[in-house]
């Protein structure tokens, strides 16, 4: 118990010092004095200069008080100016994917290709529909949009009363409260980048977010249209 109790105050006396030095660098890099300071905060400069040498705790309304008279984001004197921020896009590398199992649904696989994306409006998918399957697609509609770009082999998509065929490389994109389906009617495998959103709109499986068993995430058929 005395033991925790020392390791705690250590605690303590580390945050305070790093506190401490944060804020007199805050002030320093605005030029302003302790005395300045203090009057523009309403707190004392014996109460400040102790504070910057770690030598008190300051509740959380002093550091507010403060970086409000000083200009700067509160955060400031918390995060580690030297730590190197989190990057605003999330990259995904192929070899990365390829050693993690797909997911599989109505005779085909598919992957998430897009990353946990603070704020996120949109999900990506690498389906991949297998020579020789033979499907009898269930005809969908739902909210929100669908971007689907053929990477290899042939496919027929249904959109309302069209039926467009897809060859590698070609892209439609379409608001998804039409009736819609597809499958594959070549003779080889087909692969197919498919965008979704929001990432809301329909059930998807995010095992490699949540850190979920693939096994127990539910099917993706229910969106594609394969049994």
Same mark, same amino acid.
């Given at each position: 118990?005395?033991?925790? =109790?020392?390791?705690?105050?250590?605690?303590? !006396?580390?945050?305070?010092?790093?506190?401490?030095?944060?804020? !007199?660098?805050?002030?320093?890099? =605005?030029?302003?004095?302790? /005395?300045?300071l203090? @009057?523009?905060?309403?707190?004392?400069?014996?109460?400040?200069?102790?504070?910057?040498?770690?030598?008190?705790?300051?509740?959380?309304?002093?550091? #507010?008080v403060?970086? /409000?008279? *000083?200009g700067?984001?509160?955060?400031?004197?918390?995060?580690?100016?030297?730590?190197c921020p989190?990057?605003?896009y999330?990259?995904?590398? @192929? =070899?990365?994917?390829?050693?993690?199992?797909? *997911?599989?649904?109505?005779g085909?696989?598919?992957? *998430?290709?897009?990353?946990?994306?603070?704020?996120? =409006?949109?999900?990506a &998918? %690498?389906?991949?529909?297998p020579?020789?399957?033979t499907?009898?697609?269930?005809?969908?509609?739902?909210?929100? %949009? %669908?971007?689907?770009? *053929?990477?290899?082999?042939?496919? /027929?998509?249904?959109?309302?009363?069209?039926? #467009?065929?897809?060859?590698?490389?070609d892209?439609?994109?379409?608001a998804?409260?039409?009736?819609?389906?597809?499958?594959?009617?070549?003779?080889? %495998? @087909?692969?197919?980048?498919?965008?979704?959103?929001p990432v809301?709109?329909?059930?998807?499986?995010?095992?490699?977010?949540?850190?979920?068993?693939?096994?127990?995430? !539910?099917?993706?058929?229910? &969106?594609?249209g394969?049994k």
């Open positions: 118990m005395e033991e925790n =109790k020392a390791d705690l105050d250590e605690t303590i !006396r580390t945050v305070a010092r790093r506190l401490g030095e944060r804020l !007199r660098d805050a002030r320093r890099s =605005k030029a302003i004095t302790l /005395e300045v203090s @009057a523009k905060a309403d707190l004392s400069a014996g109460f400040l200069s102790r504070l910057e040498r770690g030598e008190t705790s300051a509740s959380i309304s002093n550091p #507010i403060i970086s /409000e008279s *000083l700067i984001a509160l955060r400031d004197f918390f995060e580690d100016a030297h730590e989190r990057p605003d999330v990259l995904t590398r @192929a =070899k990365d994917r390829s050693c993690e199992a797909p *997911l599989s649904a109505g085909y696989t598919y992957r *998430l290709t897009s990353g946990d994306l603070e704020g996120e =409006k949109v999900s &998918f %690498e389906l991949v529909y020579a020789g399957e499907m009898h697609p269930e005809v969908l509609t739902h909210r929100g %949009e %669908e971007v689907l770009y *053929l990477l290899e082999g042939t496919m /027929e998509f249904r959109i309302g009363s069209d039926t #467009i065929v897809l060859e590698p490389g892209c439609v994109h379409f998804c409260d039409q009736p819609h389906t597809g499958e594959n009617i070549g003779h080889g %495998e @087909a692969r197919l980048l498919m965008i979704v959103s809301d709109s329909i059930d998807v499986p995010v095992a490699r977010k949540s850190g979920r068993d693939p096994d127990s995430a !539910r099917s993706l058929a229910q &969106f594609t394969g």
